[in-house]
Structure formats: structure tokens, C-alpha cells
């Protein structure tokens, strides 16, 4: 068989080298691809992911018998729609179905509407109704003023906005009867005197609040803002739909109050009729240890997620899986090809945080690491309505995967820098470095593409395996600190949860 697999990430480069390993696939084609892609011995093809009419004409002139698409943007514009009406087998859902990962308001609502547990949310279409909301929130504060004023009782403020109103009157001119009036705000018995009415107004908006904003369409990962004060909720609307940082992702907004507990994703291969889980998996989002700093696409993965016991694995297939493939079903949006579950384990179970149509990046190059089976069946079996006749095999070994990113990644950052001492982390046991942010430079004393570059934020998917997690984090990051190149990062915490988690389970 030739297989093609559509994009140039990380998640990209895996699937390429698994489909490699198949005894049934003849040649591998990766459209663009990359500089790890191409070190593999896999044919790199100069074509962009969203250049369909492109990708079908190189489709049927090479004779591709399946084409695997792996970002989520050319699914949402129907390029799976467009293979099959030309004839061609493709792995992923069609438009319609994408539409799961395409719209957050449609997953919502889809969620509603089959009863699948996930976060209350409100959705916005303008940027002062959202302002509103939030502002709306309660902060319970008694604010007074301080000095000769006619406002001699204090004012009891549930909302932020009525807080701020409070400041204003106080601090109003026409208040005043003398020139030394101040705001003095009091939580929970504890009193703070303040100046002006700015820094009032400051301490106002840092009152906690544990909201999640998210815009509505595709947004590379980074569309997501986790608020823990009002303050942070007001500069997310303002990015989102004043600023329009992610374009018309933003046109409309969800905001919905955070769940607490831990993070797991779970992957699964349906049919449409059948569905077969995938080894569990977890996701370090935030750019720094601690899970601090920003939302990114991914800074590194592990698996399998301790977490997840068999009871738990199986409540969610119950309660999540099967509802969302039979709801899209009835809507006649029937889905094929990898479900990605974002679940957050919450003291009233398993919760849906977000639904992706596709490989998780990076969880796919641990959970890929640690499969046995063939992954051109399993895709295959999916395209042909026949999951049913496959049971995949895993290595029961742990595996960590680091993300080493460019510097000043997930803001703006240079391309184009030399990486060095790729061959020698790969010949590590047990070691693969999947390159997601790579491409090729011609060496001129060579006179051919040699050098790999950086180009993209994250660069490298550091990813190894290890009797122990423990020991596969180790062999990870000694892996990533023998590469090279200028300015590169990561956090250093990858899967400390995990060896937390399985210390928790050893009998004392």
C-alpha cells in the first residue's frame, strides 16, 4: 500500500513513522512534512495541508491507497468530503461532523442535547455582553470612603460592577467635603485603605473567579483562557473579540465556570458503529512548570494517565463516547476516524472539557510510542466500517514526551536556527525525537537540504519509554539536553504527576 498523511507536525511525523513500520505499507508520503520526516526515509511532498485540489491531483496520480489527514483545519473545510467525492479513501470525518472540534458552540450544544456531563456554560456574541456578564459576578465587598464625604454608610457591593460604582461615587467631586476623601474596601472583616480610585478599581477586578473563555472556532490550541480573577476574563474578551487576535474564531465566545481535578485524554478509533479506545494519555497545556504562563499547544505528554482506572475508562465510553458518536449519527452526521476527549476527573466524575476530531498533539507521539499493533489496519478498518474485527496490542511500558520549543514560543519568535545532535538523542534507547516545527537547509559545502532548522514554536517532540515513569522521564530529558539550538526550552516537569500518582499506589 502508499500511504499519504497530510501536515508537517509532530502528530504528523509519528503517524509517518508508524505507518512505516507496517508490513502491508510499500511507501509513505508526508504533504509537506518536515526535517524529521525526511531523515526517516519518508517522501516529503511540497504541498500545503489546505491545498486540497493539490493533494487530490498527487492522490491519484501516485496511486495512494489511503490518505490520513492529521491537523484540524483542513478537516473542518471538508477535505475528507472532497477525497470522497473524487473516489479516494481518506481517514478522518467528513465537514459536518468536524464541525465537533470546529465550533465550541456546537460541541456544547451537541453535549446539551445528548445529556454528556461537561462544564454550565453562557455563550456571547458581542464583547460588552461578555464584559457584563463577567463584572456580573459576585464579589461581596463593603466599600466606604475615608474622610469628610456625604457618603457616610458603607456601601455593600455583591457584583464587581456594582463595586466599581461604588469607587466612582466616592471618589466623585461632588461627594467630597473635603480634598483628603479615600476609598477603603472591606472582604471578609479585613479592611484595605486605598488613594485613588485606580488602584481601588484594581483590587476590585483581582477578586477570584474560576472562569474558562473560549472562542468558538479553531484557534491552534491557544483559544483557551483559564481566569482565575476578574481582571484576567476582561483582558480574554479583549483579545479574543476586541482585539481579534484569532480572526473570526472570535466572533463568538463561551464562558463557563471551571472545573477542578486532574486532566486526562482519551483517544478512541470509531466507525461509526464501533468504537475502540486507545491507551489513556495526559497533556501539560500551560508554557511553565507548575502548570503556569500561558495556554500553548502542548508542552508535553505522557502515557498511559495513572489516573484512569478501568472503572473510570469504562464510565467514560458509557457516559461520553458512545452518547457523542450516536448523537452525531442522528444529527446525519455520521463520524469515522479519531476521537479526542479532553476529560477533567472531577469529585462528580468525568466531565468533558473539549471534543477534537483528530490525533491529540503531542499525546499522539507517547501514545504511538507505546503501540504494538499494526496502525495501517486500524486506520484501514475504520475507512472500511470494520473496526469491529480489530484489538490493538500495547507496550506496557510508560512513555514521556517533551516538547522543546523556540524561544519567546507561545508569543512571537525567530526561525531558521541550526539544531544540532539530532542523530545522536535518536540513537538513545528507546528514544524517538519527533520533529514538529522543523525544515531542511541546504549546507553549501554539501549542495543538498542537510541541516534541519527550527520553524515553527515548538520544535521537537522528545519522546521516550522506560520500564518505570521515572525511568522514561529521565531518558526523555537526557535526551532533550543533549540537542542543540539556540534559545530552545521546556519545561522540566513532564509526568511528575504520573510517578506522583504510581508512587501513591505502591504498598507501604
Known sequence: ??????????????????????????????????????????????IEMNDTRGLIQFAKREGIDLTVVGPEEPLTLGIVDAFMKEGLRVFGPRRDAAELEGSKVFAKELMRQAGIPTADYRLFRSAPDAEHYVLSRDVSLLIRS????????????????EAMEAIDRIMDPREMLSPNVTVEVEERGVRVGFATAAEAKDYVLERPVGLVLKADGLASGKGV??????????AAIDKVMVRRIFGKAGD???????????ETSILAFTDGRTIVTLETSQDHKRAFDFDKGPNTGGMGAYSPAEIVTPELMAQVESEILVPVVHALKRARRPYRGVLYAGIMLTNQGPKVLEFNVRFGDPECQAVLMRLQSDLFDALEAVVDERLDEIELKWDKRPAVTVVMASEGYP???ERGRVINNLEEANAMKDVKVFHAGTTLRTDPSLGRDDRAVTDGGRVLNVTALGDTFVEAKARAYEAAASIRFTGSWYRRDIADRAIQTAASKVPV
Not at 499519504?4 to 512534512?33: D, N, T
Not at 483562557?225 to 476582561?234: H, M, Q, R, S, T
Request: glycine share 10%; proline share 3%.
Open 1 to 46: 500500500m502508499k500511504v499519504l498523511v497530510i501536515g508537517k507536525g509532530g502528530r504528523e511525523h509519528a503517524l509517518c513513522w508508524k505507518l512505516k513500520q507496517s508490513k502491508r505499507v510499500r511507501e509513505v508520503y508526508c504533504a509537506p512534512g518536515n526535517a524529521g520526516t525526511h531523515f526517516d526515509g519518508i517522501q516529503n511532498v511540497q
Open 146 to 161: 475615608k474622610g469628610r464625604s456625604t457618603l457616610r454608610h458603607p456601601l455593600l457591593c455583591r457584583t464587581a460592577s
Open 225 to 234: 483562557y483559564v481566569c482565575d480573577n476578574i481582571k484576567e476574563a476582561l
Open 252 to 262: 463568538r465566545l463561551i464562558i463557563e465556570e471551571r472545573l477542578d481535578g486532574q
Open 411 to 413: 508569543g512571537p519568535y
